[in-house]
């Protein structure tokens, strides 16, 4: 079984203070996905990486920023963290880089920003 | 604009009957339609997955159907189970230059003993 874990279920933090959360997937899979979760929206794709050191901007990539040095482990930066960053981050893997293969999702990480 | 969009919001039922959850996308052009199980705090599970030609696919005593001429997606639950409570994501790819996943906001379905 595809396996994702997420650094930490719920974090509270300080308006300003710079955020890391973790991901690590133990299943070689190629693409890594960062997504928040807010009540009545669909999840929305903040930053997705396809390879090592490789990034790409989702759809509201703005406040974020991204790390992947090792193929298990994709890291989400809030660079200054703002009340309006409170939500559910999840994360989550595919296999193949390019293609629309299942998305494995990990717990999620419920944030919030004081 | 690609949009997937949900119906109901939120659904209660009892114990033992069945319901079908609606999903409506104007994704193009297509590739794909998941529909995707998420318990509370807990992420998103993959039930099934509909290609272009198929039309209905079955995970035990979920049903997913695909009309893709009318765009529409539809998941029935037979004989619902208490653990069937948790949301439910229709979720639609396309093929726009790369790979493209839209999610709906999803279903919220209670179902009591």
């Known amino acids: 079984d595809v396996k994702v874990t997420q650094s930490s279920r719920y974090l509270v933090k300080r308006t300003g203070e710079k955020v890391f959360l973790e991901c690590v997937q133990d299943?070689?899979?190629?693409?890594m996905f960062w997504y928040r979760q807010d009540p009545g929206l669909g999840l929305r794709l903040i930053y997705f990486?396809?390879?090592?050191?490789?990034?790409e901007k989702g759809d509201i990539p703005e406040g974020y920023s991204v790390s992947r040095e090792k193929k298990e482990r994709f890291s989400l930066i809030l660079e200054s963290a703002s009340t309006n960053q409170t939500s559910m981050y999840l994360c989550?893997?595919?296999?193949?880089?390019?293609?629309?293969?299942?998305?494995?999702f990990g717990p999620g990480t419920r944030l919030t920003v004081l | 604009k690609n949009q997937v969009e949900q119906s109901p919001q939120s659904l209660i039922i009892l114990e033992g009957k069945n319901c079908t959850l609606q999903c409506n996308y104007t994704v193009s052009p297509f590739s794909n339609l998941r529909w995707y199980k998420q318990d509370t705090g807990r992420g998103p599970v993959s039930l099934t997955i509909?290609?272009?030609?198929?039309n209905t696919k079955s995970n035990g005593r979920y049903t997913a159907t695909l009309d893709a001429d009318t765009k529409q997606s539809s998941l029935h639950i037979t004989a619902s189970q208490l653990s069937d409570s948790a949301s439910y994501i229709c979720?639609?790819?396309?093929?726009?230059?790369?790979?493209?996943?839209?999610f709906g906001a999803g279903t919220r379905l209670f179902v009591k003993a």
């Open positions: 979720v639609v790819s396309a093929f726009t230059g790369g790979f493209k996943t839209i």
């Open positions: 989550a893997s595919s296999l193949r880089r390019g293609s629309t293969d299942t998305q494995y």
């Open positions: 509909m290609t272009f030609s198929e």
């Open positions: 299943m070689d899979h190629e693409n």
């Open positions: 990486s396809y390879d090592v050191k490789m990034k």
